[in-house]
Antibody, heavy 125, light 111 residues
């Protein structure tokens, strides 16, 4: 059974950076893609970007380009999402989610079959 | 503002059917058959219930179905049950630099 386990909740100051990790177990980490999706309080879901670990290929939503970096460490089956220049409206629950790589190549749906438990990040002075 | 437009809320009585719409554009829903739907209960991670417009993952009830016409995708839940009460989100691949977009979500109330 595939499991994605994320790092714990954090409180950050405006202007600082945050890093959330997502450790995969029970499946083939490298062959799939890992995306990051966030949900701000009272808001909907928002795709931020993702990585295909076996190739190191990344893709970022235009809104976050220049501020987000997503990486993967195949040796530990862990993906990371770093978001910089934090603002109060970055307060959200951040999820990692697994999909087939075809989504990244325009040949499949954003079909996220396994999700992490979510990490609450609060940005406050 | 979300890229895909969903009604904020829908409701139905147990046993009834409801349909949730998801309107996009010719850059996403209208161009590709790459629409997914997610069910989300408060405090839980989303769960995929439809992908590729109308395919159900293993274990998802056959009371749930998806379709698409033009720029609008639809999710239908028949034989409503109390456990169906949740937020529902559509998602689509898009040919912009942002590969994936979500709708704003629809709160389903089972009265």
């Amino acid at each position: 059974q595939v499991q994605l386990v994320q790092s714990g909740a954090e409180v950050k100051k405006p202007g600082s950076s945050m890093t959330v990790s997502c450790k995969s177990s029970g499946g083939t980490f490298s062959s799939f893609a890992i995306s990051w999706v966030r949900q701000a309080p009272g808001q909907g879901l928002e795709w931020m970007g993702g990585v295909i670990p076996i190739f190191g290929t990344t893709n970022y939503a235009q809104k976050f380009q220049g501020r987000v970096t997503i990486t993967a460490d195949e040796s530990t089956s862990t993906a990371y999402m770093e978001l910089s220049s934090l603002r109060s409206d970055d307060t959200a629950v951040y999820y990692c989610a697994r999909s087939w790589p075809d989504f990244f190549y325009g040949s499949g749906s954003p079909h996220f079959d396994y999700w992490g438990q979510g990490t609450l990040v609060t940005v406050s002075s | 503002q979300s890229a895909l437009t969903q009604p904020a809320s829908v409701s139905g009585s147990p046993g009834q059917s409801i349909t949730i719409s998801c309107t996009g554009s010719s850059s996403d829903v209208g161009l590709y058959n790459f629409v997914s739907w997610y069910q989300k209960h408060p405090g839980k991670a989303p769960k995929v219930i439809i992908y590729d417009v109308s395919k159900r993952p293993s274990g998802v009830s056959d009371r749930i179905s998806g379709s698409k016409s033009g720029n609008t995708a639809s999710l239908t839940i028949s034989g409503l049950q109390a456990e169906d009460e949740a937020d529902y989100y559509c998602s689509s691949y898009t040919n912009t630099s942002t590969l994936g977009v979500f709708g704003g979500g629809t709160k389903l109330s089972v009265l």
